[in-house]
């Protein structure tokens, strides 16, 4: 799982938590990529485990840095395996992460420009951060091919004439504009988004809409959450 905090140099606070799909097939399996789709929060996030990740993992952190004399400003994002109900440091990465970003962001009720102006001023203590207490889930539409080889410039009709409802997202990742035609220009092209109360119910709006969309040149996981939805 990947919980995220975001610090002023100061002070910190926890900035949500998600869990993403590294492998390209279904049943998480075939070769690794850059994420395949997410959920958040996490199925094994709970507040006993937020605790034992900010005084085991996050706090040490900031104290080494303070102890060095440095200071840190923006998103860490922490790289955690649990085992019964203990996290263990993977690695950290100083952004929001992709595609945990993407079912995190929508659910954030806080001003999200007003938080950034927080950090560089240092005035993150004042502020509380609120959240709508939803649940969201990404499915990435990849290139077929990728994460080997894959053709680019492919055009992504239909795209503008899918109806979304208002808590449903596209966010573009590989894709250029040319004359207001949309074609794909990496392995990983959009996200698609959903929140809601039920995670199953935005699993089946989200693959809806890839399915109206009917790109020839694309693929997907139909899996993104299953073992939150089995548990």
């Known amino acids: 799982m990947s919980p995220l905090v975001i610090s002023d140099g100061s002070t910190f606070k926890f900035f949500g938590s998600a869990q993403d799909h590294k ?14 789709g997410s959920y ?32 840190f400003k923006g998103f860490l994002y922490a790289g955690l395996m649990i085992k019964n109900n203990e996290p263990y440091l993977i690695e950290y990465n100083v952004r929001l992460g992709d595609p945990e970003c993407q079912t995190i962001l929508p659910t954030l009720k806080s001003d999200f420009l007003d938080l950034i102006i927080a950090c560089c001023k240092k005035k993150l ?20 091919g990728y994460p080997d080889k894959f053709k ?10 899918l109806k979304k409802k208002s808590e449903d997202f596209i966010f573009h990742a590989g894709t250029i504009n040319d004359e207001e035609r949309i074609y794909s220009n990496g392995g990983r092209v959009l996200n698609f988004i959903s929140i809601s ?10 693959l809806g809409l890839i399915k109206k969309l009917n790109w020839k040149n694309g693929f997907y996981r139909k ?3 299953y073992k939150a939805l089995n548990k």
């Open 152 to 161: 680019n410039n492919i055009e992504i009709k239909k795209l503008n004439y």
């Open 125 to 144: 203590l004042k502020k509380k951060i609120i959240w709508q207490r939803k649940k969201s889930i990404c499915i990435v539409l990849c290139s077929k």
């Open 223 to 225: 899996d993104i959450g």
């Open 23 to 36: 492998r390209v097939l279904e049943g998480d399996k075939g070769k690794n990529t850059g994420g395949m």
């Open 197 to 206: 109360d039920n995670l199953s119910n935005s699993r089946e709006r989200i």
């Open 40 to 71: 958040s929060p996490s199925r094994l996030f709970s507040k006993s485990l937020e605790k034992k990740i900010i005084e085991k993992i996050i706090e040490p952190t900031f104290r080494a840095l303070k102890d060095k004399k440095q200071k």
